[in-house]
C-alpha cells in the first residue's frame, strides 16, 4: 500500500476523509459556535494532519454524512465551518458536488487552498456499491477525475465500502492513504501479530446484518472464542433463542432472525446473551430477568447479572474487542451497561480493542483512553478488516500502487 501523502510540487490533490455517520447537523453546529473540539467532531480534527502534508497543493475534499431522507443526512457547510475554526484559515466550500458549479470551484483554486464539496450523497451514485470498474466509470468519477493529479483516500470508517469515492478514483488517478488509514492500518497490524487467545468479542449497537456477516467471518478465522452480544444484535439473537416472544419491530426481522439462530446453532459454545436487562418504565431504570419480558417492553441496556456474567470471560481473555454500545447510553439511566463493559475491557490484562464513536466518547467520558491499546472511531471497517477479509479501499490502493509505481 502507498502510504506517503507528503506531495512534491503544486497539484490538484482529491482529498476523500471523514464519515461522519451517526452526526447530526446540531451537533456541528454546537462545535462551531463554541470554537471546541468535541468528539462529534474528532473525524475532522483527525483529517488535518493529512491536510497539512498537503498544504502546498490545490485540495479538494469530498466526503459524506447520512443518506438524503433520513436524520443524519446534512449539507457539508457547517464542516467547512467547523474545519475553518480547527486549522484557522480559510476553507472554501460549494453546494455542489459533481456539477459545473463544483468544476468550476475546483479549476478556479489557487495553491495552498482547500474546497470542500457539498455531501457527496447528493450524487444518487454514492448511495450504491460497485466493483472498482464499474465504480470508474460513474458520472461521479468521470467527471472529477480529469481535474485531478492524485487521490488520497483518508476514511478509514468508509474502508468496507464499495463506493465511487472510495473506489472508482483510485482506478483512473494514482492514489495513496492518508495519515489516518496509514496510521490505522499499521497500529491494527502490529496489534494482530500479538493477540493471543482466547479473542473475545463484544458487539453492540444497531447495524445487525453487517455485524451478523462479520460475526462468522471472525469465528472461522479464529478471531472469536467467546461472542458477547449486546444492544439490538443480542435482542435479536434472543429472539432466535424465543427468549424474547414478540417481534422486535426491525427491518428484515425475519431475515437476521434466522441468520442468527443458524449461527448459534454452527457454533452453540461461543455465543453469549444477557440473562437480564433494564426497561423503561415512565422513564425510570427497571432491571428485570429475561424470562419476565414482556410484549409491550423496550429493552434499553444490560441488567447487572450480565454485566457480571461477562466480565468474567473479559478478564480471562487474551484479546478483547468491542465495537458498539450495549444500550441507549446516551441516556442516562441506561449508559450502566456500556461504562461497565468498557471499565471491565480497560481493567483486563487482555490486548484490548475499541471501535466506534460512540465507545469512543464513552471512554474518554470516563477517563479510560490511556488503558485500551487501540482505539478507532471506525465501525463496521474495523470489525471486517479483523476478519482477515481485505477491504475495498485497501484493495483499490494496492492496485493504484501497482498501476502507477513505474510512473
Known amino acids: 500500500m502507498r502510504s506517503r501523502v507528503a506531495v512534491p510540487g503544486k497539484r490538484f490533490t482529491l482529498l476523500s476523509i471523514w464519515d461522519t455517520r451517526g452526526w447530526r447537523a446540531k451537533d456541528l453546529r454546537g462545535a462551531m459556535e463554541t470554537c471546541r473540539t468535541p468528539e462529534k467532531t474528532k473525524r475532522i480534527e483527525e483529517a488535518i494532519e493529512t491536510l497539512e502534508s498537503l498544504k502546498e497543493s490545490k485540495v479538494v475534499i469530498a466526503s459524506h454524512q447520512g443518506r438524503v431522507g433520513n436524520n443524519e443526512y446534512t449539507g457539508m457547510n457547517k464542516h467547512a465551518e467547523v474545519l475553518e475554526k480547527l486549522m484557522g484559515r480559510k476553507i472554501k466550500y460549494v453546494e455542489d ?89 499499521r497500529n491494527l497490524d502490529t496489534i494482530m501479530t500479538v493477540a493471543k487467545a482466547p479473542h473475545v468479542i463484544i458487539l453492540g449497537g444497531s447495524k445487525v446484518p453487517d455485524r451478523l456477516e462479520a460475526i462468522k467471518l471472525l469465528i472461522q478465522n479464529g478471531r472469536a472464542d467467546h461472542v458477547l452480544l449486546t444492544g439490538l444484535i443480542a435482542n435479536v439473537f434472543m429472539r432466535a433463542q424465543a427468549r424474547i416472544k414478540s417481534p422486535l419491530g426491525i427491518k428484515r426481522e425475519d431475515e437476521v432472525v434466522a441468520k442468527a439462530h443458524s449461527l448459534i446453532g454452527e457454533y452453540p459454545d461461543v455465543f453469549a446473551t444477557p440473562v437480564d436487562v433494564a426497561i423503561d418504565k415512565d422513564g425510570q431504570r427497571v432491571e428485570m430477568d429475561v424470562r419476565e419480558i414482556e410484549k409491550e417492553d423496550k429493552i434499553f441496556d444490560l441488567g447487572p447479572k450480565t454485566i457480571e456474567y461477562y466480565s468474567k470471560l473479559i478478564s480471562g481473555a487474551g484479546t478483547v474487542f468491542i465495537s458498539g454500545p450495549a444500550g441507549f447510553f446516551e441516556k ?23 471501535s466506534g464513536g460512540h465507545l469512543t466518547t464513552a471512554l474518554k467520558q470516563q477517563g479510560l483512553a490511556d488503558k485500551i491499546n487501540h482505539i478507532s472511531t471506525a465501525g463496521g471497517a474495523l470489525v471486517l478488516y479483523l476478519t482477515g477479509e481485505k477491504l475495498p479501499m485497501m484493495k483499490a490502493l494496492e492496485d493504484a500502487a501497482e498501476k502507477y509505481r513505474s510512473k
Not at 441506561?334 to 490486548?351: D, I, P, W
Open 97 to 185: 458536488t459533481i456539477g459545473e458549479a463544483a468544476q468550476n470551484a475546483i479549476k478556479n483554486l489557487e495553491d495552498g487552498e482547500i474546497l470542500l464539496l457539498d455531501n457527496l450523497r447528493l450524487c444518487a451514485e454514492e448511495n450504491y456499491e460497485f466493483t472498482p470498474e464499474n465504480a470508474a466509470k460513474t458520472i461521479m468519477v468521470s467527471r472529477l477525475s480529469k481535474l485531478f493529479d492524485l487521490c488520497v483516500l483518508d476514511s478509514f470508517p468508509s474502508a468496507h465500502r464499495s463506493h465511487p469515492s472510495i473506489v472508482g478514483f483510485a482506478q483512473v488517478l494514482p492514489a495513496c492513504a492518508g495519515r489516518i488509514v496509514e496510521r490505522e492500518v
Open 332 to 354: 442516562e439511566n441506561f449508559k450502566y451497561g456500556t461504562t461497565q463493559m468498557l471499565t471491565a475491557v480497560a481493567n483486563s490484562m487482555a490486548t484490548t480493542i475499541v
